[in-house]
């Protein structure tokens, strides 16, 4: 699904991401983790055409992301994103952030958008949010706002950046367990996360970045019973 | 020496008192407000009028009665500051705005321009710009006053539209840009329909705020003799020789259109909500 070959990323003359690779297969659940400024959110900006790369190559359903030609808006519309500090756009209601996209992208009628949108609110847990705007929203109600927008362009495979990071403890759980539903419902993500106990549960694999390298890639268990390098053993006693 | 240390003490208690006020938690302009306020000005303004009155007694009597036979001229000037600041102020915003948006531009060489642009016109004095665009650039493609005022003052204020307008597209958190695109929105799109609208509407006080300014920049349209309040003003003055009537109304005229505007200014600001 994903593909991501021997990229180098610089911001100016900052080397964030050194030869990185990954591939990610259809229905994965990805988690990668590192300290912060080690080039995890720069990997997933990435992934979706955020970000312009030195080198190296990044494929997304077949299609390469950082190639002029590619219609890169009709890419990201296959890829979902979801941001540590939500980025909900604060002029617009709840049912309009999530309808807004697929309206305008997918030439949705306003109805069928607007279905979708309500579903995908019962679905995250707030179907009575429809009409509040996002500053009338908690922390965690805005995060699952958040990922029914993404959900509502259908994406093929979704991104998730640190979406609990910003959050009341009280209310990391809530985000965590729509993130569950949508691993158990086969969606392909990576998702940069240092909740532990969410990659234990619905983790492939594990990824651990260091300084924009790729240190050790295993699947879950291996990677917390039996870390093989020094620095990912040294990163997992600071975190666990 | 105990009335000076009493006098200082008052004075900077009213000085912190009006800090912590404007600190207040948002919420309505009440009326006890706006009058408190007006009390304010109304004080400071009669103690003026007060001390120029008796100082100018000496040598001066005043006419003012000079005044009521010319309130025709008066209003026809105070239609014409209000016509010229208006038609200024929609061209402004719409100059202002192109180069607003050109210098958040992706391509150098616009961001370039604009540069140059604001740079340029806002390190030359309006007067003359004013004096350039008619007499000189006036002359050459025959325009008239009005339009040669509207052109001047609009190529000098939209420069501050502009960084305004710049700096409300800046204050958007990268995020948004990043949200819009990852939607598979263009960039015109992301622009148009999650930027513009939330930069537009805070950055809307501060426009009005420099309406105030274009309104009083406009008197300077009077040294190319369009028929405003201040060349109004001028030729009352050389008829009838009452110096300080003629202007002391005029100033009046700006005080209250400029002073409402900015109450209203501060409407706007406590009414638009900071995220």
Redesign the interface.
Known sequence: MIQVEKINKYYGDFQVLRDFSLVVGIGEVIVVIGASGSGKSTLLRCINGLERLRSGEIFVDGVKVNDPKTDINRLRSKIGMVFQDFNLFPHMTVLKNITFAPVKVKALSQAEAGRIAHSLLAKVGIPEKWDAYPAALSGGQKQRVAIARALAMQPKAMLFDEPTSALDPEMIKEVLDVMINLAREEMTMVVVSHEMGFARKVADRIVFIDEGRLVEEAPTEVFFENPKHDRTKRFLDQIL | MSAAHSLVEFFSQMVTAQKGESWEPEGKVSWVDVIRRLTAVGIITAGILILLYVKARLHYTFHWTVLVSFKQAYWMGFLMTMKLSVVTLFCSIIVGGIIGLASVSRRICLRDLATAYVEGIRNIPLLVIVLLMYFGVGTLLHLPRFPAAVVALTAFESTFFAEIIRGGIESI?T??I?????????SG?TMR??IL??AV?RVVPALAGQFVNLVKDSSLASVISLVELTLIARQIMTATFAAFESYIAIAAFYFSVCFTLSLLTKILERKI?V?
């Open positions: 958190k995020g948004q990043w949200a819009g695109r990852s939607l598979g929105l263009s799109m329909h999650i609208p939330q509407r909500p995220e």
